[in-house]
Every structure is written in C-alpha cells, then in structure tokens.
C-alpha cells in the first residue's frame, strides 16, 4: 500500500462522508510521516490545520484549540500572499474595533493567541476554504485526549459531516480501545465517523538511514552507524523469528517428564509469547539511542577499543527495551536477571559482554559516573586478554564460560584464592560464581572456606603493606541478596565489606604510617600523627613508640607524654577503636616504661626519668577506668 497516494486520494473528495484514521504503534512515525513527508508534497494544493489532542480535556477547550490554529494558519498565508491579513482582520473589525492593533503581530512573535484575545476566537467563523484551498483538518494523538472517546469522534464528526471538513486521525488505535469505558460504544461510533482506517507501518530501512545522515555527530562515529545500519534496521523493525525463539526456550528449558511443573512451563511460555508482542518499534527511543551512544562510543574509543559494533548494537537493544519499560528491576538479585528479557527480545544482537554496568545505570537511572564506567572498561579489557582457563574464571562470570573451561581452571583457581592471590574484586566475583554455580547446577570441586578467609585476610594486608590503594568503586553485594549466599560465602564477603566500610584501608596505612615516622623522624612524628584517624593502639605501635620514647632527647621525652596522650587519651569513647586491643597495649606500654625509668634512675638520668614518670601518670590517667573523665594534662 502507498501511504502518500491513499492520504491523497482521501484529500482529493470533497463533502467526504468521514474521516481517515491513520493509525500505527507509539513513536512509529506516523506524525513524522504527516509533516514531513505528505504535507509538504501537497502543501501548494491544501491547507493543513493540525492540532494535538494530547491533555485537552473538554470539547470547549479542543473547539478553541482549532479555531486558534485555524485562525494562525489563515494569518500565515495571507502574508505569504503579500496582503495585510485583510480577510482576518476584517473579520475581528466586526467584533472589536481595537483589533488592527493586536493581530497578527502578537501571533508572528509568539506563536500563539494572547490571553486577552481567546474569547474571542468563539466568535470566529472557520471555513473548509482558505485562500481558494482546501482546508484539512489533522487531529493527532486521539488516545492521549482526556475526553471520553465517543465525544470526542463526536465532535470530529461535526468537522467532517457538518462543516465539511476532510479530517485525518493520527492515533494509536489500540490503545484508544483499551482506554474506552466502552470498547463496543467506541466501535459502533467509530463505524459511523472514521470512513476508512489505514494501519501503518513505517519503511525501517528509510527511518534508520534518515536518522543516521540528519545526526550531527563525529565522522568516525557516524561511519559506525553507517556500518551497522543493517542489523539496526533489525533492532528497530523487530525483524525476529518469534516462533524459534519460543521453540529454542521450550527445548532449553522444558523437562517433558517432570508433569509437576507442566503448567508452570506453560504459563512461562505464556510469558515469553506476551513480551515478545511488546517489542518495541518507536523511532524516538531508537534516536535517542543513537545519539546518547555516541559518549559511549567516545569513551571506548578513548580507552583504545577498536570496534565498538557490539557495544552499539547492545546499548541500543538494553535503551529500546528499557524505553518500553520491560526492564524488571529486582534489587535483591542485583544485576543477575536484568538483561534476560533483553536478551529474548533481541536474540541475536544483544550481547552482556558488551553492557557495562555503569552504562546500565547511565540507561535506566540517568546516572553516569565517570570513574566507575572508567574502571569496569579496564575490567573488560582485562577479561579481553585472559586466555588460559584460570585467567578466564578470575576475570568472567559463571554463566559466560565454557564448561570445559570450568573444569580445567576452578582447582587452579583455588589454589590462587587460599594463597591470597585475588584483588578484592575477584574475590567478590568468586563469590558471586559459587551462587551461579547453585543456580546452574554446576558442580564444582570442595572448597575450604576458612582458607578463603585467611586468602581473603592475606589480600587485605599485602594491600595495606602496599602502595596501592583498594579503589572507591568497586564490586560489592547487596545486604539484600545474602538470602542467595551460604553461611561460609557470607562471612567470606563480611570481611571485604567491613574492611572497606570501616575505613580499614585508612586506618591501617595510619598506623603503618605512624610506626615508620615515630622511628625515624619524631619531630615529623609530632606534627603529622595528630591528625590521622586510628582503630587501635597495637602492639607494634607500642613497640615502636618505647623504642622511639628511649631515643629521644630530653626535650622529646618532655613533649612525648603530651603529644602522645592528645591521639589516645579519648580512645575509651572513641567508637571506632578496638578497646580491648588499644587497652592491653597502652598497658603494655605503661609497663616498659616503669621499666625504663628504673634503669635511668640506676643511672642516675634523673630528668629523663621524671620525664618517664610523668608519662606513666598520664597513661595510668588514661587506662585507669575510674580515672577516664579526668582531665589529663598536656
């Protein structure tokens, strides 16, 4: 069918006995067709008066909304004839004599009729000639109108009957049904006012390639677009054989010979046949698609990626399905069921290898954060270059690797895992992989957790030995998905989680910090130690501060005692420090030092040794529940 040709065959009759409906999917372009393409290959034989029904609420209201564009359409052609709005204006003159002065300049600067001038377009007479032309009326968006369906096509059918006007609906004809109070009044009504109605379906491979050569973008990506268009004609038409896809899930999933769940099956295959209706066709979803990949594509390529064809194809499958709004969002399963639908929808184009997670949240959350996109691409690039099986399993989810590679790696890669090997992200996927592994039955080799922890604890402190500094971003697990987790890998992940909510990082640099300065530059010890955050007061911190306290001179033993007690003299209501641990050290402490003012006082060192009393006072001061309110002198 034509479109062009029926729309001008419908304009051609005169005194038609109804309107046309043209009606199509959401954002399939049927507007898009009307205005760009038919109106302005007739414009020279008709007048197009084209009005949104979208939120009027009231036929009075829709009554005037066409009178304003009728009267703003007549405005526009008589200038464009060279005359002065003469028919216009005359009309007006008969009504208010102060009308030169208003029209139609307010209208040629705004666009619009002014407030004062709305009462009177009621008294307006509209014609279905303008200019010797043809007037059509195009009344668009009919079921996003708040008005009852029966008035409204009522009132069209006063247009068109009536006052003669050839009228063409723009509307999606299915959703004006489901939005009827009365889908049989809707019906009857719309056998007598629509004459005949034209479904539409847009030419994909004209809409795909118009939108790629109007986009302003970057030339390289613009080729990519170019490259691609065939398969994303595919994702925009939904040109996808829905019968295999329903037939590959029933042989992948159906158990003939489990008769328990035989219904269950079939209302999944229910399901699935419902969602594969709902793929999603709008032009403007697939343009807003193109156009925001394009920052994506900005940022692979920045990162050294060579072809980001799959990348191009996964983020415009993932933003027309989410668009639709056919993401089901599971917060407790996190990202673990997000792309299946995706991936029904769009079988052969979808890839998660390709989706990354920060640009998932960039899709449905509006959230793109930098640092964190940034990171997971270095993530991918990892998994890119892993080639033997343990590389592949330290950097892949379960579901994404062979079984074969399963077989050959996991026992290396517990070897690696009890040794302490795994930066804190693998271990969170490791852990993530044992729960896929109960999910897809998998069966992997006896796994020693408490050598997890203790790999998972020697990770934790070569970090902090380390340069390195554990990254802000970083995986994690929900406290809402520890239901799907085993007691063992639950406490696995409790120790990354409270080494990394805690602050352990910082603090046990801090502490590394302050053994390495109190031995080695006490001066430097005293003014860059005040200030650090600490959780404890260790052993190899009261190590290293008696051995520090015996070197100094006198003047740093006088300062010591003060300098030491502005860090630790609060430490018992200090929320983040381990008591227990900070009390057994300082009293570890106050003994060495009762030790070393007795050996100054055999040698006869007297000021080293009141300086070394008066330390143990204030430790005594500080250790001494009874005394822990006490003001302590500095």
Known sequence: MDLIEELKNYCDINNPVGALMLSGEWGCGKTYLIKTKFIPLVKDTYVFVCVSLFGIDSLDTLKVEVKKKWLEKASELDKLNGTKVSKVTDTYKRIFGTIRD??????????????????????????????????????????????????????????????????????????????????????????????????????????????????????????????????????????????????????????????????????????????????????????????????????????????CSNWLLSFICLMMTNKAGLIQEIPRY??????????????????????????????????????????????????????????????????EV??????????????????????????????????????????????????????????????VKSDEKDSHFHRMIGDDSKEHFTEDEWSAYQIIKEFRDNDVWVYEKNQKMYIDLISSDLNVAFRDLSNKGYNRFSLEMESATINAFKNADNMGKNHFSGWFVGIWGQYSNSPEIDVQVTTASLKKLREDLDSVMQEYKEKSKNIAARHTQNFIEKLDAIIKPESEDTPVEQ
């Open 402 to 463: 062979d079984e074969a590679v399963i077989d050959k790696g996991f026992k290396d890669l517990l070897v690696e895992v009890y040794a302490g090997n795994l930066s804190l992200d693998e271990y969170i996927l490791f852990l993530n992989n044992c729960c896929y592994s109960r999910i897809y039955d998998l069966d992997l080799p006896t796994i020693d957790w408490e050598k997890v922890r203790d790999g998972i604890r020697g990770q934790i402190k070569n970090l």
């Open 334 to 399: 996190g990202n673990l069921f997000l792309y299946l639908d995706v991936k029904k929808l769009y079988p052969e184009v979808f890839d998660t290898n390709f989706i990354l997670n920060g640009f998932s949240k960039w899709i449905i959350h509006g959230e793109w954060n930098d640092e964190v996109i940034s990171k997971e691409i270095q993530l991918y690039l990892e998994k890119e270059k892993s080639v033997t099986p343990l590389e592949i399993l330290r950097t892949h989810n379960l579901p």
């Open 102 to 307: 208003i029209l139609p300049e307010n209208w040629q600067k705004k666009g619009e009729v002014v407030s004062s001038i709305i009462d009177l377009v009621n008294f307006v007479p509209i014609s279905n000639r303008m200019s010797e032309k043809k007037v059509i009326l195009v009344f668009d968006d009919l079921e996003r109108t708040n008005i009852s369906g029966t008035d409204l096509l009522g009132c069209i059918n006063d247009y068109c009957e009536n006052q003669s006007f050839n009228t063409i609906i723009i509307a999606n004809e299915e959703k004006m049904k489901h939005s009827s109070s009365s889908e049989l009044s809707y019906r009857e009504i719309k056998e007598k006012i629509v004459q005949r109605v034209i479904p539409f379906v847009p030419d994909y491979g004209e809409v795909v390639s118009d939108s790629i050569e109007s986009m302003s973008c970057g030339i390289e990506y613009k080729g990519l677009l170019r490259k691609n268009e065939e398969l994303l004609v595919k994702i925009l038409s939904g040109d996808f054989n829905d019968n295999v896809i329903i037939e590959q899930y029933k042989a992948e999933n159906y158990k003939l010979d489990d008769n328990k769940k035989r219904e269950e099956y079939q209302k999944e295959e229910e399901n699935l046949r419902k969602l594969l209706e709902q793929r999603p066709h709008n032009i403007r979803s697939f343009k807003c698609a193109i156009q925001d990949f394009e920052r994506v594509y900005n940022k692979l390529v920045k990162a050294d990626i060579k072809d």
